[in-house]
């Protein structure tokens, strides 16, 4: 990928809500030589992740109400964009992710061979091992085989919160359009087949425990039933039965111009390319 100056500016964005428990061990664990960023973004916790993450000297983005968790994302990259970043890396703070697999999820992206990485939970075999309960397993998989047939692609897990953005994907899809719940996780995904960016994975272990966040069974249902809608606009959007302004249109067309400055790098000259 394309440097600055040396290597590239890598931030980790945290979306979070209620981690006072976990941030510290999240936060620990993050490459410090690698990564020169951290933000996190606060969704209105009810418990002391704002003060710990500000102790931690974390930069801080506190919501003024609740957006939900894809709202929270939202936050994140602009926030990550204005900072400047080549990479971006999306860490839960729960620490059922591990950190220090940060440098095997940048790779693909520094090497030149990917624009996303996922960090699959499935892709070793063990998630079981981890503690990942057996009807997530069943119903990621399921999923997964389902978007893998509309996507024409193969992959492992594609409901993973640990993820790498390059830049130039951040800055094309108009993911401010994309929903406040956890379906903006699946919409991220079809955004980047549509504009034609690469997705890649690398394993990551499954790591599930008492403090860790997870979704019940029917947030996961209706995260599911949103999921397949979101394949259904992708469909007809790339067989070209409905443009849908997800799939169509980009980032800048849908941001005030008076933010275009701190969001978006100027492209060089033609000639330059």
Do not use: W
Not at 66 to 74: A, C, D, L, S, V
């Amino acid at each position: 990928m394309e440097k600055r100056s040396g290597k590239p500016r890598v931030t980790v964005v945290m979306p979070a809500y209620n981690a006072a428990r976990t941030l510290e061990k999240t936060y620990a664990d993050i490459p410090r030589d690698l990564v020169q960023g951290i933000i996190l973004v606060d969704d209105v916790s009810r418990d002391e992740t704002v003060e710990i993450a500000r102790r931690l000297g974390v930069r801080v983005v506190v919501h003024i109400q609740n957006m939900g968790y894809g709202g929270n994302q939202k936050t994140c990259y602009i926030e990550a964009l204005k900072d400047g970043s080549d990479i971006v890396v999306m860490l839960h703070p729960d620490y059922q992710y591990d950190s220090r697999l940060i440098p095997q999820m940048l790779a693909p992206i520094i090497e030149g061979r990917s624009d996303m990485v996922l960090g699959s939970r499935i892709m070793d075999g063990k998630a079981r091992e981890g503690g990942m309960p057996i009807y997530k397993i069943v119903f990621n998989r399921m999923l997964t085989v389902v978007q893998c047939v509309i996507y024409r692609q193969r992959f492992t897990d594609l409901h993973t919160g640990f993820r790498a953005y390059r830049r130039e994907l951040l800055e094309t899809v108009p993911f401010l359009l994309n929903s406040n719940d956890f379906v903006f996780d699946s919409e991220m995904i079809a955004q980047a087949l549509a504009y034609g960016f690469r997705i890649s994975e690398v394993p990551v272990p499954a790591r599930y425990f008492a403090e860790a966040s997870s979704v019940n069974f029917l947030v996961s249902l209706r995260y599911g039933i949103k999921t397949l809608g979101v394949m259904a606009k992708y469909a007809a959007h790339t067989t070209g039965l409905k443009k849908i302004r997800q799939f169509r249109l980009r980032l800048k067309d849908i941001v005030s111009q008076h933010h275009h400055a701190e969001l978006f790098r100027p492209q060089p000259p033609l000639e330059a390319r």
